[in-house]
């Protein structure tokens, strides 16, 4: 029986500062739920890997990039990184601490262990408009997958980091030619309008072909410098 017939199994809930978010077992994936809205699961993990490799690639030549993630999610994006030596630290900023015990010391261990344990990596308990708005660190690139998209997000207050207040600390956090990478269910023209006019350079989106519906995509843009 294939796991589209078989009947989730909640292997823990939790009520955390942001509502519910639950981790449950659909036949052999982990799916991730944060109140009510089905986030992510083991099924792929496409997209998350172009996320980080499309920002290492509009990066130059610089050498050990610093690499700032929003968001562990099932930790694709976390393992991609950690997995390719050309990163230099890697940051990666989590509000959920039920997801971060999740992949510490459960199911979802299997796939970030070795991430996790690398001396580059650091997580950080916090949200990241919070973390953007008041971190004097500064970043190579920056890797967002907190939410569904610019347009679908996970939690109201999420829909500020993409507008032009949001991207500006985005800006900030960037070094000059630093790349911010984006990831969305679905591409949002207006989305790359507003990254243009809050002065990213660089403006495109690469797509995750799929056999059909709407593909993932990835908003890439560069900050001057």
Known sequence: MTASYETPVV???????????????????????????????TSDGRSERLLI?????ALDDRPAPRLLIG???VGFSLAHAAADPRWGPITVVERERAIVDWHRAGPLSELTA??????????????????????????????????????????EGNQDLYRPSGLADCVRVL??????????????????GTLWNVGFQQVRTEEIPVARGVPDVVHLAVRPG
């Open 175 to 192: 070094r000059p030619g630093g790349v911010l990478a984006v990831w969305s269910a679905q591409p949002s023209p207006e989305f790359e």
């Open 114 to 155: 070795r991430a996790l344990a690398d001396p580059r990596t650091a997580v950080v308990g916090a949200d990241l408009l919070t973390y953007v708005n008041e971190t004097s660190d500064t970043f190579d690139a920056l890797c967002l997958d907190i939410d569904n998209g610019p347009g679908w997000t996970v939690t």
């Open 53 to 57: 490799d499309a920002a290492l690639a």
């Open 11 to 41: 292997l823990d809930r939790r009520e955390g500062p942001y509502g519910e978010v639950v981790l449950r077992r659909h036949g052999a994936l982990l799916q991730i739920i944060a109140n009510g809205c089905f986030l992510m699961d």
């Open 71 to 73: 968001g562990l999610g």
